[in-house]
Protein backbone atom coordinates (compact mmCIF):
# COMPACT_ATOMS: atom_id res chain seq x y z
CA UNK A 1 0.00 0.00 0.00
CA UNK A 2 0.90 3.97 -0.70
CA UNK A 3 1.10 5.88 1.99
CA UNK A 4 -0.33 9.43 1.30
CA UNK A 5 1.77 11.62 -0.19
CA UNK A 6 1.55 14.22 2.71
CA UNK A 7 1.87 11.77 5.42
CA UNK A 8 4.65 10.07 3.03
CA UNK A 9 6.61 13.08 3.61
CA UNK A 10 6.10 13.98 7.44
CA UNK A 11 7.04 10.02 7.93
CA UNK A 12 10.29 10.20 5.61
CA UNK A 13 11.53 13.33 7.93
CA UNK A 14 10.77 11.25 11.27
CA UNK A 15 12.51 8.25 9.98
CA UNK A 16 15.38 10.98 9.03
CA UNK A 17 15.87 11.40 12.97
CA UNK A 18 16.37 7.95 13.46
CA UNK A 19 19.47 7.80 11.04
CA UNK A 20 22.30 5.60 12.47
CA UNK A 21 24.37 8.84 11.37
CA UNK A 22 23.72 12.49 13.31
CA UNK A 23 21.14 11.40 15.07
CA UNK A 24 19.38 13.93 16.35
CA UNK A 25 19.01 14.49 20.35
CA UNK A 26 15.48 15.19 21.56
CA UNK A 27 15.41 18.89 21.47
CA UNK A 28 16.66 18.55 17.44
CA UNK A 29 14.11 15.71 17.24
CA UNK A 30 11.18 18.75 18.43
CA UNK A 31 12.23 21.32 16.50
CA UNK A 32 12.57 19.12 12.61
CA UNK A 33 9.69 17.60 13.44
CA UNK A 34 8.09 20.14 14.66
CA UNK A 35 8.52 22.04 11.15
CA UNK A 36 7.33 19.34 9.49
CA UNK A 37 3.93 18.80 11.72
CA UNK A 38 3.33 22.34 11.24
CA UNK A 39 3.60 21.95 7.32
CA UNK A 40 1.09 18.91 7.17
CA UNK A 41 -1.49 20.46 9.38
CA UNK A 42 -1.18 23.77 7.42
CA UNK A 43 -3.83 21.96 4.74
CA UNK A 44 -6.67 20.26 5.93
CA UNK A 45 -7.12 18.44 2.75
CA UNK A 46 -5.81 14.70 2.84
CA UNK A 47 -7.11 13.50 6.27
CA UNK A 48 -9.63 10.62 4.94
CA UNK A 49 -12.82 10.91 6.73
CA UNK A 50 -12.76 7.49 8.18
CA UNK A 51 -10.04 8.90 10.72
CA UNK A 52 -11.96 11.87 11.15
CA UNK A 53 -14.79 10.19 13.06
CA UNK A 54 -15.96 11.23 15.95
CA UNK A 55 -18.13 9.52 18.76
CA UNK A 56 -20.79 10.78 20.90
CA UNK A 57 -19.55 10.16 24.71
CA UNK A 58 -15.62 9.59 23.97
CA UNK A 59 -12.62 11.47 21.81
CA UNK A 60 -11.22 9.06 18.78
CA UNK A 61 -7.73 8.42 18.80
CA UNK A 62 -6.63 6.47 15.03
CA UNK A 63 -3.44 5.41 14.61
CA UNK A 64 -2.00 7.27 10.93
CA UNK A 65 1.22 5.11 11.04
CA UNK A 66 3.22 3.58 13.56
CA UNK A 67 7.03 2.91 12.20
CA UNK A 68 8.18 -0.81 12.44
CA UNK A 69 11.17 -0.41 15.08
CA UNK A 70 7.91 1.73 17.22
CA UNK A 71 10.10 4.48 17.29
CA UNK A 72 7.68 6.79 16.49
CA UNK A 73 3.59 6.85 15.85
CA UNK A 74 1.39 9.74 14.24
CA UNK A 75 -2.15 9.85 15.79
CA UNK A 76 -5.49 11.33 14.58
CA UNK A 77 -7.20 12.95 17.46
CA UNK A 78 -10.98 13.43 16.65
CA UNK A 79 -12.77 15.39 19.58
CA UNK A 80 -16.89 15.89 19.98
CA UNK A 81 -18.05 19.14 21.28
CA UNK A 82 -16.92 19.46 24.49
CA UNK A 83 -14.88 15.96 24.92
CA UNK A 84 -11.80 16.03 27.39
CA UNK A 85 -9.01 13.63 29.08
CA UNK A 86 -8.33 13.05 31.87
CA UNK A 87 -4.96 14.93 33.13
CA UNK A 88 -2.34 12.60 31.66
CA UNK A 89 1.17 11.78 31.05
CA UNK A 90 3.22 10.31 27.91
CA UNK A 91 6.14 9.34 28.87
CA UNK A 92 7.56 10.10 25.51
CA UNK A 93 8.23 13.09 23.84
CA UNK A 94 5.41 14.36 21.95
CA UNK A 95 4.44 17.07 19.42
CA UNK A 96 0.17 18.25 18.68
CA UNK A 97 -0.48 20.06 15.33
CA UNK A 98 -4.06 21.35 15.37
CA UNK A 99 -5.76 20.45 11.66
CA UNK A 100 -9.38 21.40 12.31
CA UNK A 101 -11.09 23.78 15.45
CA UNK A 102 -9.17 23.96 18.54
CA UNK A 103 -7.67 22.40 21.63
CA UNK A 104 -7.50 23.59 24.88
CA UNK A 105 -4.59 22.10 26.93
CA UNK A 106 -3.77 23.01 31.15
CA UNK A 107 -0.59 21.91 31.76
CA UNK A 108 -0.05 20.35 35.53
CA UNK A 109 2.76 19.64 37.85
CA UNK A 110 2.74 17.59 41.31
CA UNK A 111 2.93 19.68 44.18
CA UNK A 112 3.65 17.31 46.56
CA UNK A 113 1.97 14.06 48.12
CA UNK A 114 -1.26 14.21 48.77
CA UNK A 115 -1.85 17.47 47.98
CA UNK A 116 -3.75 19.45 45.22
CA UNK A 117 -2.34 19.51 41.18
CA UNK A 118 -1.30 22.95 40.63
CA UNK A 119 -2.40 24.14 37.12
CA UNK A 120 0.81 26.10 35.56
CA UNK A 121 -0.20 26.95 32.23
CA UNK A 122 -3.50 27.28 29.82
CA UNK A 123 -3.63 27.44 26.35
CA UNK A 124 -5.74 27.34 23.17
CA UNK A 125 -4.10 25.85 20.31
CA UNK A 126 -5.57 26.99 17.03
CA UNK A 127 -5.32 25.45 13.38
CA UNK A 128 -2.09 25.60 11.62
CA UNK A 129 -0.33 26.11 15.04
CA UNK A 130 1.84 23.08 17.02
CA UNK A 131 3.09 22.46 20.73
CA UNK A 132 5.82 19.80 22.03
CA UNK A 133 5.69 18.06 25.11
CA UNK A 134 8.01 15.72 26.96
CA UNK A 135 8.89 14.48 30.21
CA UNK A 136 12.23 17.04 30.48
CA UNK A 137 9.94 19.93 29.72
CA UNK A 138 6.96 18.68 31.49
CA UNK A 139 4.84 16.82 29.75
CA UNK A 140 1.40 16.46 31.77
CA UNK A 141 -1.61 17.77 30.45
CA UNK A 142 -5.16 17.65 30.37
CA UNK A 143 -6.69 18.56 26.83
CA UNK A 144 -10.47 19.23 25.31
CA UNK A 145 -11.89 20.78 22.19
CA UNK A 146 -12.21 23.68 22.99
CA UNK A 147 -15.64 24.31 21.33
CA UNK A 148 -19.06 23.15 22.40
CA UNK A 149 -20.58 23.13 19.50
CA UNK A 150 -18.22 21.31 16.62
CA UNK A 151 -15.42 18.41 16.80
CA UNK A 152 -12.11 19.56 16.49
CA UNK A 153 -9.18 17.56 14.85
CA UNK A 154 -5.43 17.35 15.90
CA UNK A 155 -2.76 15.17 14.17
CA UNK A 156 -0.01 14.00 17.19
CA UNK A 157 3.48 12.35 17.14
CA UNK A 158 5.16 10.32 19.22
CA UNK A 159 8.59 9.19 19.94
CA UNK A 160 7.77 5.57 20.09
CA UNK A 161 4.09 3.77 19.63
CA UNK A 162 1.89 5.62 22.12
CA UNK A 163 -1.01 3.11 22.27
CA UNK A 164 1.44 0.48 24.07
CA UNK A 165 2.76 2.41 26.52
CA UNK A 166 2.25 2.33 30.06
CA UNK A 167 1.10 5.84 31.23
CA UNK A 168 -0.27 7.65 34.12
CA UNK A 169 -3.30 9.65 34.90
CA UNK A 170 -4.02 11.64 37.83
CA UNK A 171 -6.22 12.33 40.08
CA UNK A 172 -6.10 16.55 40.44
CA UNK A 173 -7.59 16.94 43.99
CA UNK A 174 -4.59 14.63 45.71
CA UNK A 175 -1.85 13.88 42.63
CA UNK A 176 -2.55 10.05 43.10
CA UNK A 177 -1.57 8.14 39.81
CA UNK A 178 -3.05 5.21 37.99
CA UNK A 179 -1.50 3.11 35.71
CA UNK A 180 -2.95 2.93 32.03
CA UNK A 181 -2.22 2.17 28.18
CA UNK A 182 -5.06 3.95 25.74
CA UNK A 183 -4.56 2.09 22.65
CA UNK A 184 -6.27 3.07 19.62
CA UNK A 185 -9.84 3.66 18.20
CA UNK A 186 -8.93 1.59 15.50
CA UNK A 187 -7.08 -1.26 17.01
CA UNK A 188 -8.58 -4.03 18.85
CA UNK A 189 -8.41 -3.69 22.94
CA UNK A 190 -5.77 -6.37 24.35
CA UNK A 191 -4.36 -5.25 27.56
CA UNK A 192 -7.21 -4.64 29.23
CA UNK A 193 -6.36 -1.49 30.78
CA UNK A 194 -7.28 0.97 28.35
CA UNK A 195 -8.03 4.68 28.84
CA UNK A 196 -12.06 4.10 29.14
CA UNK A 197 -11.96 7.05 26.13
CA UNK A 198 -12.09 4.40 23.06
CA UNK A 199 -15.23 3.12 21.38
CA UNK A 200 -13.10 0.05 20.29
CA UNK A 201 -11.78 -0.90 24.05
CA UNK A 202 -15.36 -0.51 24.94
CA UNK A 203 -17.75 -1.98 22.34
CA UNK A 204 -15.23 -4.61 20.88
CA UNK A 205 -15.86 -3.62 17.73
CA UNK A 206 -13.34 -1.39 15.64
CA UNK A 207 -13.41 -1.46 12.40
CA UNK A 208 -12.07 -4.29 10.98
CA UNK A 209 -10.31 -2.70 7.87
CA UNK A 210 -7.81 -1.52 9.91
CA UNK A 211 -7.17 -4.66 12.05
CA UNK A 212 -3.59 -5.52 10.22
CA UNK A 213 -2.16 -2.28 9.74
CA UNK A 214 -1.09 -1.43 13.48
CA UNK A 215 2.62 -0.70 11.92
CA UNK A 216 1.62 0.23 8.43
CA UNK A 217 -0.02 3.50 7.40
CA UNK A 218 -3.30 4.95 6.10
CA UNK A 219 -3.01 4.74 2.21
CA UNK A 220 -4.50 5.97 -0.60
CA UNK A 221 -5.66 4.20 -3.85
Aim: with cysteine.
Amino acid sequence: MELIPRLQKLVDTLNGLFESEGKKDEQQKLSIAGEALKMLVATDDWLPEEFAQSHPQYYQQYLLYCDPQQRFSIVSFVWGPGQTTPIHDHKVWALIGMLRGAERSERFVVASQAQPMKCISRDILFQGEIESLSPSLGDIHRVSNAYANRLSISIHIYGGNIGQIKRHIYDQATGNMSEFISEYSNIPCNSGSCFPTSSACISGNPCPRYLKFCFRAIAHD
